[in-house]
């Protein structure tokens, strides 16, 4: 059968619970590994209460950093991260700033991804 398109998809996290964490990060894993020959684009869009979860002493860090290094763009929302008073110098190296999260959803979505809310 002819192969499809790069498969590109987006989660959206905006929730503080650990588990909720760990369910997200281990369904983008979980893309990754079924599709290991098609690489396939995966970003997380993190906004409201969970982008606290980006901070770099936060308690799934390790995870999310883990992401970051096997390819996975981690996305803060700077409006939530005004709301919480957070800085960059707070969050996690590597994750990427967007101005609005839920722009950069709808963007997303008319770019094609596919979306997944854990």
Request: glycine fraction near 8%; charged fraction near 20%.
């Amino acid at each position: 059968p002819p192969r499809c398109a790069r498969l590109r998809v987006w989660f959206q996290v905006s929730h503080v619970e650990v588990g909720q964490w760990h369910v997200a990060l281990s369904n983008v894993r979980n893309v990754q590994t079924e599709l290991p020959d098609d690489v396939p684009e995966l970003e997380v869009v993190v906004y409201g209460p969970g982008t606290g979860m980006l901070k770099a002493d936060s308690p799934v860090a390790a995870r999310v950093a883990q992401a970051l290094k096997h390819g996975v763009k981690i996305i803060a929302c700077e409006n939530t991260m005004r709301s919480l008073k957070l800085v960059y110098a707070d969050m996690l190296p590597d994750i990427g700033y967007v101005p609005g999260g839920v722009i950069e959803l709808a963007q997303k979505q008319q770019q094609g991804f596919a979306y997944i809310k854990p």
